[in-house]
């Protein structure tokens, strides 16, 4: 039994009237709660919804009037992991390759991206950075950056930026398998 009595969360979507009919799911939800501490499911929320808006906030900084987020997210896809086919990108960024077409066809018409027979299979294309592409992507990540280092230079003493940098390597284990 939950040390709250087996209730239901108040952040729990069943508890909305859009998904009041279908509660089961925060029950269940609630229910695999059982052994984990409440400061340890509060941390998991708090940092999700913080890993969210810090992520949505550093995509604005360096987001040209020109692009459309989903333009600046494949292209910035394509400078990280280097040639790939539009169907890999779909998948990577959760998209139907209908629409990733779509985007790539507009980033090629800004110069920013080339298309080109794989070689290993003359039927499909990989997608490439052009040099605009890649001073694009460069300038956007170094604009990110120095935001980042601004905002924490600005809004944390030396000694909250070192409690930073030692939650970073906490936080790490998390990514490890």
């Given at each position: ?13 069943g508890k909305t009237e859009q998904f ?118 460069e300038g956007n990540k170094q604009v ?34």
């Amino acid at each position: 039994m939950r040390s709250d009595g087996g209730r239901v969360p108040d952040n729990c979507p069943g508890k909305t009237e859009q998904f009041r009919l279908d509660s089961f799911c925060c029950r269940s939800y609630a229910d695999g709660m059982d052994h984990i501490s409440d400061s340890a499911v509060r941390a998991a929320r708090d940092l999700r919804v913080v890993f969210s808006r810090l992520r949505r906030r550093i995509r604005e900084i360096a987001q040209d009037a020109d692009l459309t987020p989903s333009q600046e997210s494949a292209l910035t896809l394509v400078g990280k992991h280097g040639a790939a086919t539009a169907s890999a990108l779909a998948a990577a960024e959760g998209v139907r390759p209908q629409s990733m077409a779509t985007t790539l066809a507009a980033l090629e018409q800004h110069g920013l991206i080339r298309r080109a027979p794989d070689p290993d299979d003359g039927r499909r294309q990989l997608v490439t950075l052009t040099d605009a592409g890649r001073a694009r992507v460069e300038g956007n990540k170094q604009v990110r950056e120095e935001w980042l280092a601004r905002a924490f230079q600005d809004r944390f003493t030396a000694e909250e930026r070192e409690a930073v940098l030692r939650a970073l390597e906490l936080m790490d284990r998390l990514s490890q398998p």
